[in-house]
């Protein structure tokens, strides 16, 4: 699987758009981005993901670029509770199996 | 539904004991995981289990094992704890589609003295 690169920790004020990027220059053409967060020390939950195109759902938003070496997580209204850890992950349709790297703290601030 | 459960919550054990982390789920789902997390760590997958009858190794086999019950359930064992293997244990469950959404259990935490 293609290693991902993330910043360690992040500010973000509420209320502002949080946009966590994800640096996978290694991503090969059939691999997905996937990402996840982990608030406090709960187990991870599922976002979104994508291969090639731009994708939105009701939690965020999900940019990759055309190049497909790096991608940008946005959480258009940011609010205390969005506080976590978040992972980008690049998996290989092929294999049944994530490999989670450090991720980012999110800290969102009043 | 409950989704992924795990059992239990908390465990404390000396080194060179022995025990066995529970995991079940119950959304039907054909493969599962267990993965730890060391502090200030991200996840690390210890086994998979692609379907029921099948299991494999991930980043951090060594000093665990692991049985795939039946659909429903997967176990981690410990068969001489470590101190080093003191961390929290998740277990996962997920349906192989498009999504490939993994759903995730509260943790096991485990302390070896």
């Known amino acids: 699987d293609a290693k991902t690169t993330q910043p360690t920790s992040m500010d973000c004020a509420e209320g502002r758009a949080a946009n966590l990027p994800c640096n996978h220059s290694?991503?090969?053409?059939?691999?997905?981005v996937y990402w996840y967060r982990q608030i406090h020390s709960q187990g991870p939950q599922y976002i979104i993901h994508?291969?090639?195109n731009n994708e939105t759902n009701e939690m965020a938003s999900l940019i990759i670029t055309e190049d497909r070496k790096s991608s940008t997580l946005i959480l258009p209204h940011a609010t205390l509770r969005d506080t976590a850890v978040y992972y980008c992950?690049?998996?290989?349709?092929?294999?049944?199996?994530?490999?989670f790297g450090s991720g980012t703290k999110l800290n969102v601030k009043p | 539904n409950a989704g992924v459960t795990q059992n239990p919550k908390f465990q404390v054990l000396k080194t060179g004991q022995s025990m066995t982390l529970q995991c079940a789920q119950d959304?039907?789902?054909?493969?599962m995981y267990w993965y730890r997390q060391d502090p200030g760590m991200g996840l690390r997958l210890i086994y998979y289990?692609?379907?029921?009858?099948?299991?494999d190794k991930g980043e951090v086999p060594n000093g665990y094992n692991v049985s795939r019950l039946n659909k429903r359930e997967f176990s981690l064992r410990l068969e001489s704890a470590a101190p080093s293997q003191t961390s929290v244990y998740f277990c996962?469950?997920?349906?192989?589609?498009?999504?490939?959404?993994?759903?995730f259990g509260p943790g096991t935490r485990l302390t070896v003295l």
């Open positions: 289990s692609a379907s029921e009858g099948t299991t």
């Open positions: 994508g291969l090639k």
């Open positions: 290694t991503i090969s053409g059939n691999e997905y």
């Open positions: 996962a469950s997920s349906e192989v589609s498009l999504i490939y959404e993994q759903f």
């Open positions: 959304m039907n789902h054909n493969s």
């Open positions: 992950i690049v998996r290989d349709p092929n294999f049944n199996k994530f490999y």
